[in-house]
């Protein structure tokens, strides 16, 4: 993708591609050129894989199979990042919906290379990485390791090897070349987090200064343990039981656990988590409009500096609305079709009194509040100047207020995860 992109761009102007010098350059045709370039690759690999996931992999009539589709691809935090801040996630995203796509259809040896493509293109898509093999593994066990699960298990393995070694085949003969490559995939020298992130690091930084405290060392060890331990709950109840819609919810819990504790984290991470979140906009439409919402909501600073203030109104708004239209998200919102009866449990015991209210509506009043808090929160950021001693008093905010949804989020998918289907519909849809 990249040679091809420095190949077509030499060949229209090379001072958009000229080492050193090409570097900030900016003009309107070379934004067209840029952002046709990402319309190409969505083109041929994000939409049609969207396309294809809503009309196989989604229940209902076609006309909500539609909205479903619409709604996917309307999510605005992709279409900024890509098209505003210039990017190709769609690419990474593509590949590993075409992963899912494969596995949801049984096709588990195209689902694999689907997914090394992937994470061959950009390393990021571990967060997606221990559900797929998780999945992948339980299907094996369960089949039998001494029969049809064995050869299932060597074919995938098979497919995963011959991947990789094609993709790493042009700098398998240089060994220093192949190790630049690994340092530039982790690049661990650039600390814990960047700018203002909302995971949990960032957050915790107001009141705790970790970068200061722990070593670079200690801060890697402590991301990776906390990271591990925030996703094994998930992958072990998968592998335990590997339905498709435990494979849908532990790919949730794995990209927010990843984006909330992991090590080196930006903004642009959330995507991997707004994934998820589409494929479960059928399932769970209001929660996954929430956190679809939030996750661009939280990289408003980001969208700020880059100049996208009117596009992030726009594209938020229309997501917003046709978003709660098509899908009736308001209105399939019981305790029942939210799951919160496990979730009731866990906060309440069913002994206190509060463990009798409406946890559907509570969830609908929190939902309004949240939406009005986004926007005020936007306002004041465009609005306002900070206090001279808290310059960063607005991105912070967004930041911290982002964190509390992903991690509430986070605590919910593990606990609907956890939870036994509540109606006969609701077990069709795990297998």
Known sequence: MCKCYLFRAKVINPEWVELHKSRGYESPAHKLFMRATVLVADLLIYIPAVVVYCLYLTEGSSKRK????????????????????????????????????????????????????????????????LPFFCYLLGKCVKLGLTGRGFFLLVRIAATVLVTFALCWLPFLSDPGQAMQVIRRIFPVARGLYEDKVANTWCSLNILIKIRSILSSDTQIYLSAACT??????????????????????ALMNSSLAFFLFSYQVHEKSILLAALPACLLLSDLPLVAIWLLLTSNFSMLPLLLKDGLLAPYIVTSLAFLFFSLYLLSALEH??????????YRKLLFFNVLPCSKMDMAAVTQWKFYISVAAMAGLSFVSVAMVPPPRLPDLFPVLVSTFSFLHFFGTLVYFNVVQFSEPTSKKSQKKTN
């Open 333 to 342: 919102c019981s305790e029942e079709e939210l799951r919160l009866e496990a």
């Open 66 to 129: 539609v909205s479903i589709l619409f709604c996917f691809l309307l999510y605005p935090g992709l279409i900024l990042i890509d098209y505003g801040h210039f990017q190709y996630n769609g690419v990474s995203l593509g590949f590993a919906l075409w992963g899912v796509l494969a596995l949801g259809l049984s096709w588990d040896a195209l689902g694999s290379m689907a997914f090394c493509l992937a994470l061959n293109y950009k390393q990021m898509e571990l967060y997606h990485a």
């Open 228 to 249: 591990l331990l925030a996703v094994l709950p998930s992958c072990i109840k998968l592998l335990t039981n590997p339905t498709f819609w435990q494979f849908k919810l």
